[in-house]
């Protein structure tokens, strides 16, 4: 497959719970990787290694996979949170590397 | 701390070529995925390519006639180029690290600053 879907926005409400999704086929191969991107920023790694968080991520941000889906949960969002968040994985042939869409998400 | 620096011409004239450069300071060069991302203004990432430590290249199937990427190890450089670009290519580049072990889990641990192209007559 050639592409990884992501919904393009979201909305949690301060301190509730937040779950985007990323569905792809190569995800039954490769696991996701997740970015957050704040307006003029670079991205940064948010998870990767199936639920791995860099030390500089706080754990409220955690990862699930299921078949051709992979789910980046932020548990108690903040108002900090609010960003474009980005899954990648490889593709189903390991050659090329594949970006979802992206999701915004908006913390009320 | 590790840090990627790139650098390259901002403005290109349709049918100019793009060259940009990404420097790895105080770091390593090898046992990388050196990559190559943009970002049209207002839309999402886009992969350009890679070059592994082994010297194994793979482009984007939409860019690979008009894509180079390269690595200088002794400089721990890597480089891109796209020629003849339209304005279809403004974008930000980034240059990135990326790991892919045990060759299931590809993600990029480190990102440049980005680099805004703009191509316009």
């Known amino acids: 497959s050639s592409e990884l879907t992501q919904d393009p926005t979201v909305s949690v409400a301060l301190g509730q719970t937040v779950k985007i999704t990323c569905q792809g086929d190569s995800l039954r191969n490769y696991y996701a990787s997740w970015y957050q991107q704040k307006p003029g920023q670079a991205p940064i790694l948010v998870i990767y290694?199936?639920?791995t968080r860099p030390s500089w991520i706080p754990d409220r941000f955690s990862a699930s996979n299921s078949g051709t889906t992979a789910s980046l949960t932020i548990t108690g969002a903040q108002a900090e949170d609010e960003a474009d968040y980005y899954c990648t994985s490889r593709d189903s042939s390991g050659t090329r590397v594949l970006f979802g869409g992206g999701t915004k998400v908006t913390v009320l | 701390q590790v840090q990627l620096q790139q650098w390259g011409a901002g403005l290109l004239k349709p049918s100019e070529t793009l060259s940009l450069t990404c420097g790895v300071n105080g770091g390593s060069f090898g046992d990388y995925y050196w990559t190559w991302i943009r970002q049209p203004p207002g839309k999402g990432l886009e992969w350009i390519g890679e070059?592994?430590?082994?010297?194994?290249?793979n482009y984007n199937p939409s860019l690979k006639s008009r894509v180079t990427i390269s690595v200088d190890t002794s400089n721990n450089q890597s480089s891109l180029k796209l020629n003849s670009v339209t304005a279809a290519d403004t974008a930000v580049y980034y240059c990135?690290?990326?790991?892919?072990?045990?060759?299931?889990?590809?993600?990029?641990?480190?990102w440049g600053r980005g680099t805004l192209v703009t191509v316009s007559s």
């Open positions: 990135a690290r990326a790991k892919f072990w045990p060759k299931i889990y590809w993600y990029i641990d480190l």
């Open positions: 070059i592994n430590h082994s010297g194994i290249i």
């Open positions: 290694a199936k639920n």
